[in-house]
């Protein structure tokens, strides 16, 4: 029981990882620090994306339209924190 708990663990915090290395790449490539012209940049940003799409589609669709701003990463963040959280607190103390 307790490997599950240290791969989900592990899993929830790695994706936090992808999740802020997207929002990061994205930025870069919005103020022309980086380019997808470069085949690296462009394969990172593809694993990013392919990685964070799924559920920030499923957060826009229940966000406002805020414009230019997007929210849907930083909900994605406090919801994986949320779930660490409730792991750390509910889980740990059984095993």
């Given at each position: 029981?307790?490997?599950?708990?240290?791969?989900?663990?592990?899993?929830?915090?790695?994706?936090?990882?992808?999740?802020?290395?997207?929002?990061?790449?994205?930025?870069?490539?919005?103020?022309?620090?980086?380019?997808?012209?470069?085949?690296?940049?462009?394969?990172?940003?593809?694993?990013?994306?392919r990685m964070?799409?799924?559920?920030?589609?499923?957060?826009r669709r229940?966000?406002?339209?805020?414009?230019?701003?997007?929210?849907?990463?930083?909900?994605?963040?406090?919801?994986?924190?949320?779930i660490q959280?409730?792991?750390?607190?509910?889980?740990?103390?059984?095993?």
């Amino acid at each position: 029981m307790i490997i599950i708990y240290i791969v989900a663990w592990t899993i929830l915090k790695y994706y936090s990882y992808v999740v802020v290395a997207n929002v990061i790449i994205s930025w870069l490539i919005a103020f022309n620090v980086l380019n997808t012209g470069n085949r690296f940049v462009y394969m990172v940003l593809d694993f990013t994306y392919r990685m964070t799409e799924p559920f920030l589609n499923r957060i826009r669709r229940f966000l406002p339209n805020l414009g230019a701003l997007d929210i849907s990463p930083i909900i994605l963040l406090m919801l994986i924190w949320i779930i660490q959280m409730c792991m750390e607190y509910y889980i740990k103390p059984v095993l």
